[in-house]
């Protein structure tokens, strides 16, 4: 099984820096999906980004953008200009071609501070 | 668009006691989710519906959850008789696409915080 391991229970920025989030995984598949989620205190998941393995370009959504490393088995989250808005906990999740469910890392609780 | 509906928002009850969550999913979404997210952790898998039929449900604990999909559109979750380390957030995600898993958006409701004590 497919495991997703945040090294950081909890990071802090200061509003427009930048903050990076890390998330490594563990799979044997050479193909497969990559996301960013953002939970606030709402519990409401809400989808940053997406990457597929297959594609070498980083994706990016405005202020967010990943640095993919397919050999490190890394996909870490970059937040720019980083707004009081963004403060929420962040998960890391894989999803297997072959499989359905996303399995989810155990979390980033990011805080902006004004 | 009206996103996915879940209630209660919480819920408290004792242990051994029976509890229903309800989900309504996004209009025209055939495949439902649910998840179990214990305080501290990442949400994890219960089951898939596609449509009204059960596509994963491995890591549900069947000797007291069910679940169920009437008419492919909204689904209740039950546990009975609940125990206290089914304490958590049970979200409910749905998504458009049929068939073979893709990179699709899943979208989540705001899920039922449950309290066993």
């Known amino acids: 099984a497919q495991t997703v391991t945040q090294s950081q229970p909890e990071m802090s920025v200061q509003e427009a820096e930048t903050v990076t989030l890390s998330c490594t995984y563990d799979t044997s598949e050479s193909d497969y999906y990559l996301f960013w989620y953002k939970q606030p205190p709402s519990r409401q998941m809400i989808l940053v980004i997406r990457q597929e393995a297959y594609k070498q370009q980083n994706a990016t959504e405005n202020r967010f953008s990943v640095n993919f490393q397919k050999a490190a088995k890394s996909f870490s989250l970059k937040i720019s200009d980083s707004q009081l808005g963004d403060a929420a906990m962040y998960f890391c999740?894989?999803?297997?071609?072959?499989?359905?469910?996303?399995?989810f890392g155990k979390g980033t609780s990011l805080l902006v501070t004004p | 668009e009206a996103g996915v509906a879940q209630s209660p928002r919480y819920k408290i009850i004792e242990k051994r006691q029976s509890v229903a969550f309800w989900c309504n999913p996004i209009s025209g979404h055939a495949t439902l989710y649910w998840y179990q997210q214990i305080l501290g952790q990442g949400p994890k898998l219960l089951i898939q519906f596609q449509n009204n039929g059960v596509v994963d449900d491995s890591q549900l604990p069947k000797d007291r959850f069910s679940a169920e999909r009437l008419k492919g559109v909204d689904s209740t979750l039950k546990i009975q008789p609940a125990k206290l380390e089914d304490s958590a957030v049970y979200l409910c995600a749905s998504s458009l696409v049929q068939g073979g898993p893709t990179n699709e958006k899943l979208f989540f409701g705001s899920g039922t915080q449950l309290s066993v004590l």
């Open positions: 999740a894989y999803r297997s071609l072959a499989g359905y469910a996303l399995n």
